[in-house]
Structure formats: structure tokens, C-alpha cells
Nanobody, 123 residues
Framework: QVQLVESGGGLVQAGGSTRLSCAAS????????MGWFRQAPGKEREFVAT????????LYRGSVKGRFTISRDNAKNTVYLQMNSLKPEDTAVYYC????????????????WGQGTQVTVSS
């Protein structure tokens, strides 16, 4: 079992920045690819960003590429999502997830989920 707890987020003005953190406990963190997903009201949960087990490789959703940065610190069992140049359409509940494989880009491949943290971007 892996337990994931997100923190950060809140209310941010458009154009602003915030950083999300996801602390993991349980099984060996470095064995898992990590991903961030989000779900806006009335919409399906969608992929945002993923990072490989050791951390050098990343993938992003097209609409956040160049604005968001995913990173991980395996010594601290934590994955981060730095969010810059935020837009109102980034408003959603953000979830971190852990899964096997090189990357985690689909909901179906996620084995563990956090409880989510709200990010609201005001215009």
C-alpha cells in the first residue's frame, strides 16, 4: 500500500503561481512513476503531468506545458507540481497518483490516489 497526501493549492489570481506537494508513505516511493491529474466541476478527471521513477523524464498535458513543472525528491518521498502563469481554466481539484511502469498518464494505470487538493484561479 502507498498512502498519498496532497497539500498546497488554494485561491490564486490569474497569472500567479502555486506549488502542490504530495507526500507518500508505505511502499518504496522510488518504485513508482508519479502523476498529477485534475478534475474540474462537471468534467472528467484528466492527466496533467507525470515523472518517471528516478525523476529525469517527464511528460505534460499540452495545455500546461511550459507553465507547470513536475519534480520529485525520492529522499523525501515527495512529488511536486510547480504551477506558473495560472489561468482560470486551471481551476480544478488536483490529485496525485502512483503507478507502475515508466510513466503514469492514464487513470486506469494508477494504483494509488491521494484525496485531492483544490486549486481555484480567479480572473
Amino acid at each position: 500500500q502507498v498512502q498519498l497526501v496532497e497539500s498546497g493549492g488554494g485561491l490564486v489570481q490569474a497569472g500567479g503561481s502555486t506549488r502542490l506537494s504530495c507526500a507518500a508513505s508505505g511502499r518504496t516511493f522510488s518504485n513508482y512513476a508519479m502523476g498529477w491529474f485534475r478534475q474540474a466541476p462537471g468534467k472528467e478527471r484528466e492527466f496533467v503531468a507525470t515523472i518517471s521513477r528516478s525523476g529525469p523524464s517527464t511528460l505534460y498535458r499540452g495545455s500546461v506545458k511550459g507553465r507547470f513543472t513536475i519534480s520529485r525528491d525520492n529522499a523525501k518521498n515527495t512529488v511536486y507540481l510547480q504551477m506558473n502563469s495560472l489561468k482560470p481554466e486551471d481551476t480544478a481539484v488536483y490529485y496525485c497518483a502512483a503507478g507502475p511502469g515508466l510513466f503514469l498518464t492514464t487513470l486506469q494505470n494508477a494504483e494509488y490516489w491521494g484525496q485531492g487538493t483544490q486549486v481555484t484561479v480567479s480572473s
